[in-house]
C-alpha cells in the first residue's frame, strides 16, 4: 500500500524501546508512524512538519510539560483525533485529560487488536463530529464506511481505512451496488452505490456526468458533448448530466 495512502500517526512516548515497538506494531498493521516524539518539544515540531491524521500520546513524558499539555498546544493549532495511551489512571489526571476532548483513554500494557480498534472508532468519531451543520450520518451505517477530514477520504478496506487526497481521486464509477474509486495510482472497490457516494463525500469537485460515472472535474484534460478525457481514462459525458457538468465551471 502506498504511503500516502496510510492514516499517519505520531506517536509521543519517551520509553524509546515501547515506542519502537508500537511503531513497528502499527506499521506490520497497515498504519503510517510519521515520527516519535520523547517530548512535548518534539511532538509538536513533528506535528507542524508533518500530515498527521492521529495523535497515540502517553502523558508522563519528558521535558518541559506533560503529554496533556502537548496534545492541547497540537489540538489548538489543528484539531486531530487523540489517543492517549498511559499508566497514569488517577482521578486528577483523568479529569485533566478530558478537558482535550480525546478520542480514547488507554491503559499500559496496551491490546493490539483493542488499540486498532479504538483508532478506526477514533477517526470515525472525529469525522462525524466534524460534519457540516445540518449534515446528520444515518442511523445505520454502511458496510464499507467513508470518512471525510477536511480534503482527505478515509474508506474503509478491509479492517481498516485507507486514506485518499481529494485531489488523487480521478473517477467514481458505479457499478450495480459497487462504487469503485479510480485514483492516480490504484482503485478502490465500495459497496455502495454511486448515489450514496456522492451524498456522503459531498464535494464541489466531484460531479457526476452520466448515470454510472462522476468525474473530479479539476483533473478534465479534455471535452465535447459526448464525453471527456482523464488521464487516460475516457468517460461518457450523458445528456442528462451535461448541463450540470457545464454548471461546475466557472465563466469569465
Keep these: 500500500m502506498e504511503s500516502n495512502t496510510k492514516v499517519n500517526i505520531l506517536i509521543v512516548e519517551d520509553e524509546a524501546i515501547l515506542a519502537m515497538a508500537l511503531s513497528d506494531s502499527l506499521e506490520a498493521e497497515g498504519y503510517n508512524v510519521v515520527g516519535i516524539a520523547n517530548n512535548g518539544t518534539k511532538a509538536v515540531d513533528l506535528?507542524?512538519?508533518?500530515?498527521?491524521?492521529?495523535?497515540?500520546?502517553?502523558?508522563?513524558?519528558?521535558?518541559?510539560?506533560?503529554g496533556i499539555e502537548t496534545v492541547r498546544r497540537i489540538t489548538n493549532a489543528r484539531p486531530i483525533p487523540v489517543i492517549y495511551l498511559t499508566a497514569l489512571s488517577d482521578?486528577?489526571?483523568?479529569?485533566?485529560?478530558?478537558?482535550?476532548?480525546?478520542?480514547?483513554?488507554?491503559?499500559?500494557?496496551?491490546?493490539?487488536?483493542?488499540?486498532?480498534?479504538s483508532i478506526d472508532m477514533s477517526l470515525h468519531t472525529f469525522s462525524t463530529r466534524s460534519l457540516p451543520a445540518g449534515k446528520v450520518p444515518t442511523?445505520?451505517?454502511?458496510?464499507?464506511?467513508?470518512?471525510?477530514?477536511?480534503?482527505d477520504v478515509f474508506i474503509k478496506q478491509g479492517y481498516q481505512y485507507v486514506k485518499i487526497h481529494f485531489s488523487d481521486i480521478l473517477i467514481l464509477e458505479a457499478?450495480?451496488?459497487?462504487?469503485?474509486?479510480?485514483?492516480?495510482?490504484?482503485?478502490?472497490?465500495?459497496r455502495l452505490p454511486l448515489t450514496a457516494v456522492l451524498d456522503k463525500l459531498n464535494h464541489k469537485r466531484?460531479?457526476?456526468?452520466?448515470?454510472?460515472y462522476a468525474v473530479n472535474i479539476s483533473r478534465v484534460?479534455?471535452?465535447?458533448?459526448h464525453e471527456m478525457t482523464i488521464g487516460t481514462?475516457?468517460?461518457p459525458l450523458g445528456k442528462n448530466y451535461k448541463d450540470e457538468f457545464m454548471n461546475s465551471f466557472r465563466f469569465k
Design 221 to 225: 484534460d479534455v471535452f465535447n458533448d
Design 91 to 117: 482521578s486528577d489526571t483523568l479529569e485533566r485529560a478530558k478537558q482535550t476532548y480525546p478520542a480514547a483513554y488507554m491503559t499500559k500494557p496496551y491490546n493490539l487488536l483493542n488499540l486498532r480498534i
Design 206 to 212: 466531484l460531479v457526476r456526468v452520466h448515470r454510472s
Design 47 to 66: 506535528f507542524e512538519r508533518n500530515q498527521v491524521d492521529l495523535l497515540l500520546c502517553d502523558i508522563n513524558i519528558k521535558g518541559e510539560f506533560d
Design 175 to 190: 457499478e450495480d451496488i459497487y462504487t469503485t474509486f479510480v485514483t492516480t495510482t490504484r482503485k478502490y472497490a465500495l
Design 139 to 151: 442511523a445505520a451505517p454502511e458496510r464499507d464506511t467513508i470518512l471525510q477530514i477536511d480534503d
Design 233 to 235: 481514462h475516457i468517460v
